[in-house]
């Protein structure tokens, strides 16, 4: 192989490797480019997206306030069913002490 030979045949393959890294090229940018219809698409999820959220960030206050109304709820409701059963403790303490004093009225007379 002779000088003239060798770069004939080096042109070649540079030529041949060239248009091979092209066209690898042109298929990555063919099956990677976004569509305009794809980047609306993406605009609207993301839209969607946000909304959702907002309404999960709503959803949570919600829950936060209203576990606090119902624990306030039952904390009162404790409170008067603590009432209501020292109420009930007096009561029965006055009754039997009224029954004893009847009793020993009755075993006075």
Do not use: K, P
């Not at 690898?24 to 305009?36: E, G």
């Not at 829950?63 to 624990?71: D, P």
């Not at 904390?75 to 008067?80: G, N, S, V």
């Amino acid at each position: 192989m002779n000088r003239t030979e060798f770069i004939l045949a080096t042109a070649v393959i540079l030529f041949i490797a060239f248009c091979v890294g092209w066209f690898a090229n042109w298929l990555i940018y063919r099956f990677t480019r976004v569509s305009q219809a794809e980047i609306g698409e993406l605009d609207r999820m993301a839209q969607a997206l946000h909304e959702a959220e907002e309404t999960r960030d709503q959803a949570i206050t919600y829950l936060q306030q209203r576990e606090a109304e119902i624990t306030n709820q039952l904390t009162q409701t404790e409170a008067e069913l603590r009432a209501a059963m020292d109420g009930l403790r007096d009561a029965r303490q006055e009754a039997e002490e009224l029954r004893s004093y009847i009793e020993r009225q009755r075993n006075a007379s």
